[in-house]
């Protein structure tokens, strides 16, 4: 007999059929079926039971009112799946097959034992088949009674599976007795982030400390670290992320500041000045980008650019109007009126960096006080022309001293005219009268000049060389 999950109810009847798995697909109890409920000692406790198979499966026939129905799955009676009812239909056998054998594993061994256990009053049956076996889970010790004969069959027993990744000792197929010990370590999947950088793996270890140990990163539980989960905290068995911040011995420089030590566990410069409570201005920058990665004993190094306005009062220098006067000696000038300064106000756009000025701007100016001008008349009298003697001797001075040019000037720019005169002795021999330098007199007033020089000194000595020659 079986079910479906609505309560609908109906007879198999189709050829049993040797399965593979512990137990037949044929919904019948068959020998094979007993044989493995009781395991390798069947034939010995059936000898004790004073039963042959045949009347033990009769016994269990008799008490098949006693059990559960066969539960059909979902997918025989109705598809929930979105596949086809066609398609589902066409599978009954499969999934049929599949309901008998998870009936037969679960219910036929207490059947059979109950069976035995009366027949026998107990005895070497139960003894052979109810085990009391100790599974420790993570550390985690609990008894388990049970039929099983092998590892695998106690820990179903249990409710306990294995996964891929976790350890199992002894193995699934071992035989196991009264007082055995399985030991199961469940495997966890632990995505670590170390500094930003990412790493999964899988580990057998309940918490964190233990799992850092395995992986060799056990370093990583030094003083000053920062975890997102504690230490000691258990590693749930779905797997864990957890990140880690190393800590990190940083230099910082901030602008004009002193540079100054700071211990950080911050994974990026953007995360380390969000720690710091520093901000950017809209011109600042950190070297190396916000997103620099930061690592014990670097530096991280902040540039502050900053616009200032200042407002600054200025002197406004006079203007000068000059006059020209026909009376007074070209060359020379006369000041009338020296006039006064103004004042005014000026707006700059200072930009600093780091507190250093690379640029100022002015934006605005407004006069407070105007100034006065200057007034200074400038002769257009043309002096007269001096009488001179001994010309071609000058002349040949002046050959010698500047190559004949009336209006040279000494590379130095501290030697004038054709005799070289500098400026503090052609003014002192009343040169200025024509001009305020030799090189912008004639050459007669050069002369007349120079005649006085020699006359004062008693020879052509303030020409040493080419007044010898001359």
């Known amino acids: 007999m079986f079910t479906d999950t609505h309560g609908a109810v109906a007879t198999l009847d189709r050829p049993g059929h040797a399965g593979e798995l512990d137990f037949s697909a044929d919904p019948k109890v068959t020998p094979q079926d007993v044989r493995t409920a009781l395991g390798p000692q069947a034939d010995d406790m059936m000898a004790e039971a004073q039963i042959d198979v045949d009347e033990l499966i009769r016994l269990i026939n008799a008490e098949t009112t006693l059990l559960p129905p066969i539960i059909i799955p979902d997918e025989a009676a109705e598809d929930r799946s979105g596949r086809s009812l066609k398609k589902a239909q066409a599978e009954p056998d499969q999934v049929l097959a599949t309901a008998t054998k998870t009936w037969k594993k679960r219910f036929l061994k207490g059947t059979v034992l109950a069976i035995l256990i009366t027949l026998t009053g107990g005895g070497a049956a139960a003894m052979a088949m109810n085990k009391s076996v100790t599974v420790e889970v993570d550390g985690q010790e609990q008894t388990v009674r049970s039929f099983g004969g092998t590892v695998g069959e106690v820990l179903e027993d249990a409710g306990l599976s294995v996964g891929a990744h976790d350890a199992l000792s002894p193995s699934p197929q071992a035989a196991v007795g009264d007082g055995g010990v399985i030991k ?149 000038t006369e000041i009338d009126d020296p006039g006064t300064p103004g004042k005014k106000l000026v707006t700059y756009k200072v930009t600093k960096k780091n507190d250093q000025e690379t640029a100022r701007e002015e934006v605005e100016t407004k006069v407070l006080v105007e100034a006065k001008p200057k007034k200074m ?74 005649t006085k020089v020699r006359d004062a000194r008693g020879g052509y000595g303030a020409w040493p060389h080419c007044g010898k020659k001359a």
Request: hydrophobic letters at 35%; one cysteine or more.
């Open 184 to 332: 199961l370590e469940r495997g966890r999947k632990l995505n670590l982030i170390v500094d930003g950088a990412q790493r999964e793996s899988w580990v057998r270890a309940t918490d964190l400390s233990q799992a850092l140990g395995q992986l060799g990163l056990a370093d990583l539980n030094k003083q000053g670290t920062w975890f997102s989960m504690p230490q000691t905290g258990a590693l749930p068995l779905e797997g864990a992320t957890v990140e880690i911040k190393t800590l990190k011995n940083i230099m910082l420089f901030d602008g004009a500041n002193e540079p100054r030590p700071v211990a950080t566990n911050a994974v990026t410069t953007q995360e380390f000045l969000g720690e710091q409570k520093l901000t950017l201005g809209p011109e600042d920058a950190a070297e190396g980008g916000l997103d620099f990665k930061l690592v014990d004993g670097a530096e991280v190094h902040v540039s502050r650019t900053g616009v200032s306005v200042e407002n600054k009062e200025e002197e406004i220098t006079p203007e000068v109007e000059k006059i020209d006067d026909p009376e007074l000696e070209k060359g020379k």
């Open 377 to 450: 008349r400038v002769g257009t009298k043309k002096a007269d022309v001096p009488p001179i003697s001994d010309a071609g001797v000058w002349d040949r001075i002046a050959q010698c001293e500047s190559g004949g040019n009336w209006a040279a000037v000494n590379p130095t720019g501290k030697y004038h005219g054709g005799l070289q005169f500098d400026k503090q002795t052609w003014q002192a021999y009343g040169g200025g009268q024509y001009a305020e330098t030799a090189n912008k007199a004639s050459r007669e007033q050069q002369i007349a000049i120079a």
